[in-house]
């Protein structure tokens, strides 16, 4: 029997929501808080690789300008808990499509996760140019975005690759 909307029961010892987020970062958990908010089972689960982890401080986000993004995160993962959301450490490896509709979700240390429904905010990953010590710089002297950290480097000459 599949559950009601907005409520969580184990089904043959598997953890079951309404829906499963993969990936906790600023879009997981941003959708986390809203789907919480509208009283459904929410899971989160989050490898806890954001694509701006090398940054120290985050830049035009309207009113979190210079806030470390570890704490915007910490910050949400708060948000969503409080609204009885569930986050997960750890990282989706398999999704399965149930016979009876929703989706099985295998964590790389074997637990499962059933969900009716499944968002994917896993994000982008950076493919750095194979250029010695550029890897070391990333994200402090060499940049990606000028809106980001632009200002950071104002008035600095500046190379573009
Ligand atoms: C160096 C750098 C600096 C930046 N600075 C700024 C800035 O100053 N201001 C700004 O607005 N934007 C900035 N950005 C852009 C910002 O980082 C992204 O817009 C933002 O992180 C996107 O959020 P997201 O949730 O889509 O992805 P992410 O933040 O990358 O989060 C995705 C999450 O999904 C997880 N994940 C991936 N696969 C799995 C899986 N299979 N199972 C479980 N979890 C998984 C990852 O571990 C990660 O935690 C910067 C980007 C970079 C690279």
Redesign the pocket.
């Known amino acids: 029997m599949l559950p009601r909307l907005g409520e969580q029961i184990i089904l043959e010892g598997m953890n079951t929501y309404d829906v499963l987020i993969?990936?906790?970062?600023?879009?997981?958990?941003?959708a986390a808080l809203v789907l919480s908010r509208a009283r459904r089972t929410v899971v989160v689960?989050?490898?806890?690789?954001?694509?701006?982890?090398?940054?120290a401080?985050?830049?035009?986000?309207l009113s979190r300008d210079g806030m470390p993004?570890s704490d915007l995160?910490k910050t949400g993962r708060a948000e969503v808990t409080g609204y009885g959301g569930t986050i997960i450490a750890?990282?989706?490896?398999e999704l399965v499509r149930d016979d009876g509709g929703g989706f099985t979700a295998v964590?790389?240390d074997g637990d499962q996760i059933h969900a009716r429904r499944v968002l994917v905010?896993?994000?982008?990953?950076?493919e750095l140019p194979d250029v010695p010590g550029l890897r070391d710089r990333?994200?402090n002297d060499v940049?990606?975005?000028p809106?980001?950290?632009g200002w950071e480097v104002r008035d600095r000459a500046a190379g573009v690759i």
Request: aromatic share 6%.
């Open positions: 993969v990936g906790g970062g600023a879009a997981g958990l941003s689960v989050d490898s806890g690789a954001p694509r701006n982890a090398p940054a401080h985050m830049h035009g986000y993004p995160l750890g990282r989706v490896d964590l790389g905010t896993t994000g982008l990953r950076d990333w994200a940049l990606h975005c809106y980001c950290h």
